[in-house]
C-alpha cells in the first residue's frame, strides 16, 4: 500500500475511484437519479482524463489531492482545499471493494494529521448519504443547519447537500 501524492498518471485511475463510488453512492429514487444519470456524467472517460490531468498539471493554488495504491490501483482519492483561509474536505472517495471501516479510518486519520493546524474543517454531503454522515459525526463533524445546496448532475436532477463542519 502507497499513500502519496496524487500524480497526472493517476487519472485513470482517479476516474475510476470517482466513477465506481458515484454509481455507488448517488442514484437515489426519492430525488429521480438514475444508474443512467450517473453513467452519462462519466461516459467519456478519455475528456475526463484529459480535463483531470490538465487540471494537475496546472498550478491550482490551495488544492491538495492524495491517492492510496494497492497492486498498481488506485484505490481511494481524496481533495482538501483552502478557500477563503477555511480548510474544506472537497472529495473523500474509497472503491467500492476497499471499502471496509479500517480503510475509512486510516484514511480520515490521515487527512487530519496533514491539516492538524486547522480548527475548523468542512465538508459537503448528500443528505441522503446516511452512511457518510453517520461516520462524519463520529470524528466531531455536526451538520450546519440550512446550508443546504444542490451539485447539478443532469438536466433538472442534482444532488442535495449538507455542509457539515468539525
Known amino acids: 500500500m502507497q499513500i502519496r501524492k496524487i500524480l497526472p498518471t493517476d487519472a485513470s485511475g482517479v476516474y475510476e475511484v470517482v466513477k ?8 437515489n429514487t426519492e430525488f429521480g437519479i438514475t444508474q443512467d ?9 478519455n475528456k475526463y482524463v484529459n480535463n483531470f490531468q490538465e487540471k494537475l498539471s496546472q498550478d491550482i493554488q490551495n488544492k491538495n489531492w492524495w491517492v492510496c495504491i494497492i497492486n498498481s490501483q488506485v484505490v481511494w482519492v481524496f481533495l482538501s482545499q483552502i478557500i477563503e483561509e477555511k480548510l474544506y474536505l472537497k472529495v473523500l472517495y474509497v472503491m467500492p471493494d476497499f471499502q471496509w471501516i479500517w480503510v475509512w479510518k ?6 487530519f494529521e496533514n ?9 459537503w454531503v448528500a443528505v441522503y448519504n446516511t452512511k457518510a454522515i453517520n461516520f462524519y459525526k463520529k470524528y466531531w463533524f455536526e451538520i450546519i443547519p440550512w446550508s443546504e445546496s444542490f451539485h447539478k448532475i443532469a438536466e ?3 444532488i442535495p447537500n449538507i455542509l457539515m463542519k468539525k
Open 20 to 27: 465506481n463510488t458515484w454509481l455507488q453512492t448517488y442514484p
Open 37 to 45: 444519470d450517473i453513467l452519462q456524467k462519466f461516459a467519456d472517460k
Open 106 to 111: 486510516a484514511l480520515i486519520n490521515i487527512f
Open 115 to 123: 491539516y492538524k493546524d486547522y480548527n475548523e474543517i468542512y465538508l
Open 156 to 158: 433538472n436532477k442534482s
